[in-house]
Each structure stands twice: as structure tokens, then as C-alpha cells.
């Protein structure tokens, strides 16, 4: 095969996930997973059963209509006017994705040409990293510091430059838990108008927010002609593996979000589509005890870890803790998450691997707290070895 690379050079050092690895540590020492952010129970029986009656009937089995299910298209239409007063046709300004993860690719594929720049939150979720250079463009980080992870909006305007073109925006924020504030969107909001940029937002933690509120991007004054905005159901229902997700914008956005997609997956989903129609329709109780629910888990966690010597970093939304181990007289994330296994039984994901400003993560550590309180509370009474 001669000299030559065989992943392209977009792609080097992109090799199997950080995910992927603490997942096969916990696995090979048999430690509880607190890294990957996934669920150890099932979603809602009804909304399964959902499911299996679109299968068992024969709806969605094959191919479903490229932009959705027109069931789920109105679902997520409702949604957003239901939590946040925005108006969408379900016709022209909704896609259903495999995921949020292929709603961010197709996003930065179809929007971005190579060369342009996307100034992103840092410490980012891998896949953005990827899809950006996928799509050849570059990313600009806007780091996010502890102890309070908050976007520094001068930093942000210094940052643009006539190559920017786009804005990818996390809020709740993974990992750090961050939820941005009514002033930081506006500052956002401002800058995007000003300069003429596209945003992209991932808001897949948006019911599980414990100080403030979710509030769209788009839903400021000048945005939503400018804004993809991008959820799914794995995380609100506890149906990961479903890998439902959706896109809203306007009908120019969508269109030119729906052209990669088409060519990415195609569609997916289709009876799982049907559940998620359902799932997005349940009362305000389900949501309510959902964040009661995470909420708990999380001071459960939160509590355990700083008893057991870590600077705990609280967060206000998401399914993740991230904290500092220095006060454990280490530096090193990485080297630590790789031997805490056999130190005590427990699998954490090093934060330095969201980051491009490594100095920034590099004794951070993220835990993932959706797990059964039996699970959490057998996490933290090993971490007391520490």
C-alpha cells in the first residue's frame, strides 16, 4: 500500500473515542462506567411499547419519508411552541436525524466550505471536533474556565475574524454542566447579527437544566433566520440507542441541512420515529420528575466526590460532573482515568480530550451521574479508596 497514510490527514489522531476506550477498561475490569453518558435504565414502558407496536404493525419498517415521519415533524413543532413559543412548519422547517450527532455533521457539512473558521465552547464533545474537519474548516475554540465556565464575550468578539462563518453553540453545556444566561445569549445574539453568522446549537440536554432555564438561541431578536437549531430524544427519554434527533431553522436552512443528510443515513429510525412522536407529547409531570429525578443524582454524586477529595464543579444542567483531582496531588486527567480502574473500580472520562487548550482541562475529570442511585452510591463508596 506504499508510504501513504490511510486515513486521511482531516482525520489524523481521530481515532477510536475516548468513549470507546474507558468503555472497554470497564468492561475488561468490571468497574461501574460513569464515563459514557448513557442510561442504565429504559426510558418510559409506554413509549417502548410504542415502539414495538410500529414495528409489530408494520409502521416505519421501511423506509420512512426522507425529511421524517410526519407524526414526529408535528411532534417537535409542538414542542417548540409548547416550552418556547417558536413557530415552525413542520413541512418545510423540521428534519428528523439519526441523532443529534448526525444533525451536527450534515449541520457543518452542508454549511461550512474548507477554509472557513467555527468558533466553538471548549471544552467541545468530540464529534465536533471531527465534523469540522470533515467538513475541511477550522475550529476556534472559545474556552470556557473554571471555576465557572462562563463565556467571555470580549474573547468571543476578539475571535471573529472575516474567515468566521459560523457559531456552534452547547448549552447546557457538555461537560461542564454550564447553561447560558439571558445576558450571554443577547451578547451572542448580537455578535452573530453583527458579523452576519450562521449558529448551530445543540441543545440535547435542554429538560435537564437545575438553575434557570433552557431558553433558545433562536428565539432572539435576529436569529432565527440565522440559526440551526439541533435536540433529540436519547437523552429526555432515556432511549440512546434509538438515535432519534431533529433539526428546526428556516426553510433555507433546513434544505440545506437535509441535502448532506440525505447522503449521510438517508433516513433511519422509522418505527422508533412513532414512539418519539408519542414521547415528545407526555404531560409536564414526566418532565418534572425527570429533572427532580437528575437533580438528585447529582448532589448524590456531587457530595460523594468532593467527600472523597475532588474540587467539585456543580453543574447547572446536563447528566455530568466535572471535576478538578488536583486536590488529590494529581495533574494528569488522563494517566488518572486510566488507572482509576484498578485503583477502585470506577471508569471517569478525562476532560483534556475536549480540549484544544489543553492546559485549561488537563487535571479535569467528568462523571456521568444517569445511573441508578444503588449504581452512584456503590461508585462513591469506592471512591472513598482514594
Not at 482531516?10 to 470497564?26: K, N
Not at 474556552?143 to 459560523?166: C, K, S, V, Y
Request: with cysteine.
Amino acid at each position: 500500500m506504499g508510504t501513504r497514510p490511510l486515513l486521511n490527514r482531516r482525520l489524523a489522531g481521530m481515532g477510536s473515542t475516548i468513549f470507546a476506550e474507558m468503555s472497554a477498561l470497564a468492561v475488561a475490569t468490571g468497574s461501574i462506567n460513569l464515563g459514557q453518558g448513557f442510561p442504565d435504565t429504559d426510558g418510559p414502558r409506554a413509549i417502548a411499547e410504542a415502539a414495538a407496536r410500529a414495528v409489530l404493525e408494520g409502521r416505519g419498517n421501511q423506509y420512512p419519508p426522507g425529511p421524517g415521519i410526519p407524526e414526529l415533524r408535528a411532534a417537535v413543532t409542538e414542542h417548540q411552541q409548547r416550552w418556547y413559543g417558536l413557530t415552525y412548519d413542520p413541512d418545510s422547517e423540521v428534519l428528523i436525524t439519526a441523532g443529534a450527532t448526525e444533525a451536527i455533521a450534515a449541520a457543518l457539512l452542508a454549511l461550512l466550505e474548507p477554509g472557513d473558521e467555527v468558533i466553538a465552547l471548549e471544552p467541545f464533545y468530540d464529534s465536533y471536533a471531527a465534523c469540522i474537519a470533515m467538513a475541511g474548516a477550522t475550529r476556534v475554540p472559545l474556552t470556557l474556565r473554571a471555576p465557572g465556565f462562563r463565556p467571555d464575550l470580549d474573547e468571543l468578539r476578539a475571535l471573529i475574524t472575516p474567515r468566521t462563518r459560523l457559531l456552534l453553540i452547547n448549552t447546557p453545556h457538555n461537560p461542564t454542566g454550564t447553561v447560558l444566561t439571558p445576558d450571554e445569549l443577547r451578547g451572542i445574539a448580537e455578535l452573530a447579527c453583527e458579523h452576519d453568522l450562521l449558529v448551530i446549537t445543540d441543545e440535547v440536554y435542554e429538560h435537564l437544566v437545575f438553575a434557570g432555564a433552557h431558553r433558545p438561541l433562536a428565539a432572539l431578536p435576529g436569529m432565527r433566520e440565522r440559526t440551526v437549531s439541533i435536540s433529540s430524544a436519547g437523552k429526555t427519554f432515556s432511549f440512546t440507542g434509538w438515535k432519534v434527533g431533529w433539526v428546526t431553522g428556516t426553510p433555507e436552512l433546513v434544505a440545506a441541512v437535509r441535502t448532506a443528510k440525505q447522503y449521510l443515513t438517508f433516513v433511519s429510525a422509522g418505527p422508533f420515529q412513532y414512539a418519539v412522536a408519542d414521547a415528545l407529547r407526555l404531560p409536564d409531570s414526566y418532565f418534572d420528575t425527570l429533572r427532580a429525578d437528575h437533580l438528585r443524582k447529582r448532589d448524590l454524586l456531587a457530595d460523594g466526590l468532593a467527600a472523597a477529595g475532588f474540587e467539585v464543579f456543580r453543574p447547572e444542567g446536563t447528566y455530568f460532573i466535572t471535576t478538578d483531582i488536583t486536590p488529590l496531588g494529581e495533574t494528569d486527567g488522563l494517566e488518572f482515568c486510566r488507572k482509576l480502574p484498578e485503583r477502585c473500580g470506577v471508569v471517569a472520562i478525562p476532560n483534556v480530550v475536549f480540549y484544544d487548550n489543553t492546559e485549561a482541562g488537563r487535571s479535569h475529570v467528568r462523571w456521568a451521574f444517569c445511573k441508578r442511585d444503588d449504581v452512584l452510591q456503590e461508585a462513591v463508596t469506592r471512591l472513598q479508596q482514594l
